[in-house]
């Protein structure tokens, strides 16, 4: 069994690369480095440079390593961003998508997890199941949402069966200290606060403390990026087992604010973090948070690190071996 995983340099690829290889499963990495990093590619792990959008060489690859499954993680991520360049995350995206999908029909290649995210709902003030209202509000949400609609009708037609899961606010790190997150610049809200705590970040920007939620600041369901590679792995062995194509939420099934993260981060660093109030962002929401039933009853998973705290006290013990912190870089 040979698993390419593209976008496999990144945050939840090189996980998954990991969870896969402790596994003893013959592992594949599709990269460009675009934003993924070098240093968290697994040793273990077979590495091609190159972009997910490249049909000749996909081809290549898959004949050469014998490919029988991929978990499509490789695409542009930043909701802010794709507002200003929405032809970028149509292309990286949805266009990249569709290139993987028709090369895995010609080589024979039957089985996908796909990283979908909650952006493809429609704003909601109450925790959202798979069969809520979809109307995502950027282009980010759009353009995956696009390719489930590709996703969906390849499989309605016999070419693929494939687990479709929806991300909440993934976070968090290995336990074993192996990867986190390390995107420079980063927007996520976890990883920046982690970065102010240790000096890294003059200071962390509250994007709008005028939010209709209790404390005035964004709601947002964490889950732990290892409970999140368990529900890939599970959805990998449903699919292996001849099981239906799925679409799925991964969440916890409950919300922490901006605030309360904060006081998370505060506790486990045991030092204040430095904040500024700034201007709400382009396509934020108040509230995003899931309805995790499904996923539950679908594949059996049990959460382990259902706890922010312990979500929190992870990453910043990657951001911790970083080593002495530089220059903080300016509150964003």
């Known amino acids: 069994m040979t698993t390419l995983i593209t976008g496999g340099a990144g945050y939840i690829?090189?996980?998954?690369?990991?969870?896969?290889?402790?596994?003893?499963?013959?592992?594949?990495?599709?990269?460009?480095?675009?934003?993924?990093?070098?240093?968290?590619?697994?040793?273990?792990?077979?590495?091609?440079?190159?972009?997910?959008?490249?049909?000749?060489?996909?081809?290549?690859?898959?004949?050469?390593?014998?490919?029988?499954?991929?978990?499509?993680?490789?695409?542009?991520?930043?909701?802010?961003?794709?507002?200003?360049?929405?032809?970028?995350?149509?292309?990286?995206?949805?266009?990249?998508?569709?290139?993987?999908?028709?090369?895995?029909?010609?080589?024979?290649?039957?089985?996908?997890?796909?990283?979908?995210?909650?952006?493809?709902?429609?704003?909601s003030d109450r925790p959202v199941d798979e069969d809520a209202p979809l109307g995502p509000v950027t282009p980010y949400g759009a353009s995956k949402l696009m390719v489930e609609r590709m996703i969906r009708d390849a499989a309605a037609a016999g070419i693929l069966r494939a687990g479709v899961l929806r991300y909440f606010n993934v976070a968090g790190a290995d336990a074993a200290g192996r990867a986190g997150q390390s995107t420079p610049r980063a927007t996520h809200l976890i990883k920046a606060a982690c970065e102010a705590a240790c000096g890294r970040r003059?200071?962390?920007?509250?994007?709008?403390?005028?939010?209709?939620?209790?404390?005035?600041?964004?709601?947002?369901?964490?889950?732990?990026?290892?409970?999140?590679?368990?529900?890939?792995?599970?959805?990998l062995r449903?699919?292996?087992?001849?099981?239906?194509?799925?679409?799925?939420?991964?969440?916890?099934?409950?919300?922490?604010?901006?605030?309360?993260?904060?006081?998370a981060v505060e506790r486990a660093a045991g030092r204040r973090v430095p904040v500024r109030i700034g201007p709400r962002r382009p396509g934020d929401l108040a509230q995003v948070v899931a309805r995790a039933d499904r996923v539950r009853a679908t594949l059996g998973w049990r959460p382990r690190n259902d706890d922010l705290d312990r979500i929190v006290g992870s990453a910043l013990a990657w951001e911790a071996r970083a080593g002495p912190a530089p220059a903080p870089v300016s509150p964003s």
């Open 202 to 235: 003059a200071a962390l920007t509250i994007h709008g403390d005028d939010w209709p939620t209790p404390d005035g600041t964004g709601v947002r369901d964490y889950i732990h990026v290892q409970d999140l590679i368990e529900i890939h792995a599970l959805m």
């Open 238 to 263: 449903r699919l292996r087992e001849g099981g239906a194509t799925a679409v799925l939420n991964c969440g916890y099934g409950k919300g922490a604010s901006v605030r309360e993260v904060i006081g």
């Open 13 to 123: 690829g090189s996980h998954m690369a990991l969870a896969l290889l402790d596994r003893g499963e013959r592992t594949v990495i599709l990269d460009n480095l675009s934003t993924g990093v070098r240093a968290l590619i697994p040793a273990r792990a077979a590495f091609i440079e190159g972009d997910v959008g490249d049909a000749d060489l996909l081809r290549w690859l898959i004949r050469r390593y014998g490919i029988d499954e991929v978990v499509h993680f490789a695409g542009s991520t930043v909701v802010p961003e794709s507002v200003a360049q929405p032809l970028a995350y149509y292309r990286n995206n949805a266009a990249a998508a569709l290139t993987l999908l028709s090369v895995m029909e010609e080589c024979g290649v039957e089985r996908l997890v796909f990283s979908s995210t909650a952006a493809v709902y429609a704003p």
